[in-house]
């Protein structure tokens, strides 16, 4: 059966995660994905190192490059912007989380990109987005959990939480490679190409949005509050007599049979705890009687008895308890694959979306430096000599 993307061809321009992953995603659903990295490799190459060497990557560029060719290029050099004309020629999307002037400046923005290929796809990711002032700065992950107010309800009022886990990144990658999948379809009906932006504000925004809401309409001026919930109770992280896990009560009847397991039958006629909002504003209490509750058992015990009452609750992992859990393999949410010069296999998270007819597939692991640009380049039609002579003046 064949994949999804059969027979696309990528460009991925991108660095660290928001390009790089999206088109890992697109990669995964077979399309075929051509990362061009600068010659001594880009800074991302070997961001969080594990040990695969100066041609190898570290655990970030292993997980967001999977599925790739790749090939060294300077894109700025004259004989190195043929090369981007002639990969573009033969291109149905060129993925690209650069700012828009250093786009310009590579012949890699949307009007340039037309000259050589009228339908081209142009994904590009900002940091802040188009039309306001600040659309010109650069950004990370963290500058969107920071300005979306999530910082500001993590961790407590003296001491604001960020995420260690870049979620802003994570989720505009997966939403610039559900606008490029939109981007193709559309493409297959008029035919025409288009240019999907992507920006790291935006997508915080919009998943912090339900909490902007209740603000402007209620002015709640929440604060942080370690991590109880702000909307139901008990909703909170607990510590066991041999760890911690995290709860979660939403609704009536699931405060009820929280109620009967605690031993707390009495609260439920009690005005403080009538509803989920109720019991969120009182929420010091019900996560005090929820944490006697759990110290008295180990984190097994208590799971067990809250899974007897329907509750949803789970354990505070360490990554190395991710790693041993006996789910996550089971499920397959986690795949051991090997990787030149590392002696151990690497635990990669396959595609993190299933579809029953044509799954995302693993057909090879992120490239070695430069793995593929002299067979990338004879695709284009430059023979031996021609590719020697790239090497020499440092093209590629």
């Given at each position: ?178 606008g490029t999948m939109a981007a193709l ?82 609260w439920l006629a009690d005005p403080r ?124």
């Amino acid at each position: 059966m064949s994949a999804v993307l059969d027979g696309i061809r990528i460009l991925d321009f991108g660095r660290y995660i928001a390009g790089p992953f999206c088109a890992a995603l697109l990669g995964d659903l077979g399309a075929e994905v051509i990362r061009v990295e600068r010659l001594g490799g880009g800074e991302d190459r070997s961001f969080i190192p594990v040990g695969a060497g100066p041609e190898g990557g570290g655990a970030m560029f292993l997980a967001m490059n999977r599925n790739k060719l790749g090939m060294t290029l300077d894109p700025a050099a004259p004989k190195g912007r043929e090369i981007v004309r002639k990969l573009v020629a033969t291109a149905d999307v060129v993925v690209a989380n650069l700012p828009p002037a250093v786009l310009r400046s590579l012949a890699l923005d949307l009007d340039s990109l037309r000259a050589v290929k009228p339908d081209i796809i142009l994904t590009t990711v900002t940091g802040f987005g188009a039309g306001g002032p600040l659309s010109h700065k650069h950004g990370f992950d963290g500058i969107g959990q920071a300005m979306s107010g999530a910082v500001y309800l993590s961790g407590t009022p003296e001491q604001p939480i960020a995420l260690k886990v870049p979620w802003v990144d994570f989720g505009t990658a997966c939403l610039s490679a559900f606008g490029t999948m939109a981007a193709l379809l559309e493409r297959g009906k008029s035919g025409r190409g288009q240019k999907v932006e992507g920006a790291l504000l935006r997508t915080a925004m919009a998943f912090a949005n339900a909490a902007l809401i209740e603000q402007s309409l209620t002015q709640a001026d929440r604060s942080a509050i370690r991590n109880r919930g702000f909307n139901s109770a008990p909703a909170d992280v607990f510590r066991t007599n041999d760890g911690w896990i995290i709860a979660t009560v939403i609704g009536q009847p699931m405060f009820r049979r929280w109620c009967r397991m605690v031993g707390e039958a009495g609260w439920l006629a009690d005005p403080r705890f009538a509803d989920d909002q109720a019991r969120a504003d009182h929420g010091e209490i019900v996560s005090a009687r929820m944490g006697e509750w759990c110290a008295a058992r180990s984190c097994a015990e208590a799971l067990a008895e809250l899974e007897k009452a329907s509750i949803v609750a789970g354990q505070v992992y360490s990554p190395q308890q991710a790693l041993d859990d006996e789910h996550i393999r089971a499920a397959h949410l986690l795949e051991e694959r090997e990787y030149p010069g590392l002696d151990r296999t690497v635990p990669l998270a396959p595609t993190p979306i299933e579809l029953s007819e044509t799954p995302g597939t693993y057909r090879r692991p992120a490239p070695l430096l430069g793995e593929h640009t002299d067979e990338i380049l004879a695709s284009l039609g430059y023979d031996a000599a021609e590719i020697a002579a790239l090497r020499a003046d440092k093209v590629v």
